[in-house]
C-alpha cells in the first residue's frame, strides 16, 4: 500500500535536528524549552497521591473543573481579566495540541494566518492541514521588533487569524503596551482572531514585565484564544 503525506514537503522538526546535535557534540542544549534539572519533588508527590487517589481516568472534555477554576483565578489575579471556567476555558494535553486544535476550529481551505518567524514549527503544518495559506513576516536583529505599519499591509480580507508569540521563542523579545495598542488598531472593526502563544510568560529578565493580550483585547470585546502552560 502506498502511502502519501499531506504534508511532503515538511521537514524533520528543527528541535530532533539540534537535540541530535547537541547529544552528539556533547553540547548545551538550548533549542528546546526543557530544563536541565529535576522536577520538584513534591509535584512527583502530588502526581502519584492523586493516582494513588483514583484520579486517573477519563476527564470531562474541557479538562478537570478545578484545574480550570485555578487556572481563572490566576488569570484575574495576574491580569485583572474575569474568565468563566466552565464556558471559556479548554484544558488541553501541551500546548502543541492547543495550537493545533485551535486552527483547525477556526482556519478553512483559503483563508490566511499571519505568523511572525522564526517561529514555532508546529504552526506552519498546522495551517496547511487546515488548508489555510502561511504569510510570514519576518523580525530582525538586533530588537526583533514588529514593525506594525508594514505588518498592517500582510492583512488582507482573506486574513483569518494572526499568530503571536511572547515571550518570542527563540529571540526572546516581548509584546508591549505600545506594540498591542498598534495591533488594536490594525484589527480594530474586523473578524480577524489573534492567536497569542504566551508559554514563556514567566520568563522574563532585565526588568521587564509580560504584557498578556487579555490586558488589551478581552475587555474590548475583540476575538481571541491565548495560550499557556
Known amino acids: 500500500m502506498k502511502i502519501t503525506s499531506k504534508l511532503p514537503n515538511l521537514k524533520t522538526s528543527i528541535f530532533s535536528v539540534m537535540s541530535g546535535l547537541s547529544n552528539q557534540h556533547k553540547a548545551i542544549n538550548l533549542s528546546q524549552g526543557f530544563p536541565n534539572f529535576d522536577c520538584d519533588k513534591r509535584l512527583k508527590n502530588l ?23 485555578r487556572l ?11 474568565y468563566n471556567p466552565k464556558t471559556e476555558i ?25 505568523i511572525v518567524e522564526p517561529a514555532y514549527d508546529c504552526y506552519q503544518p498546522s495551517i ?10 519576518q ?25 503571536l508569540n511572547t515571550p518570542h521563542n527563540p529571540s526572546g523579545s516581548i509584546l508591549t503596551d505600545v506594540d498591542y495598542q498598534a495591533l488594536q488598531k490594525l484589527v480594530d472593526g474586523t473578524d480577524v482572531l ?3 502563544d504566551e508559554v514563556y510568560e514567566h520568563m522574563i529578565y532585565d ?5 498578556s ?12 484564544v491565548r495560550l499557556e502552560r
Open 139 to 163: 523580525i530582525k536583529a538586533p530588537d526583533w521588533k514588529i514593525d506594525w505599519e508594514i505588518f498592517g499591509k500582510l492583512i488582507t480580507p482573506k486574513t483569518r487569524m494572526i499568530i
Open 90 to 114: 479548554n484544558i488541553t494535553s501541551g500546548a502543541t495540541q492547543a495550537i493545533f486544535s485551535t486552527i483547525h476550529a477556526f482556519v478553512h481551505p483559503g483563508d490566511e494566518v499571519i
Open 128 to 137: 496547511k492541514l487546515a488548508g489555510g495559506i502561511v504569510v510570514p513576516y
Open 207 to 211: 526588568g521587564q514585565k509580560h504584557c
Open 72 to 82: 481563572a483565578h490566576k488569570v484575574k489575579r495576574l491580569y485583572q481579566v474575569e
Open 194 to 196: 489573534i492567536l497569542s
Open 213 to 224: 493580550i487579555l490586558r488589551y483585547f478581552y475587555r474590548n470585546g475583540a476575538s481571541g
Open 47 to 69: 502526581v502519584n497521591h492523586y493516582v494513588q487517589n483514583g484520579h486517573n481516568q477519563y476527564c470531562p472534555m474541557t479538562g478537570v473543573p478545578i484545574l480550570a477554576q
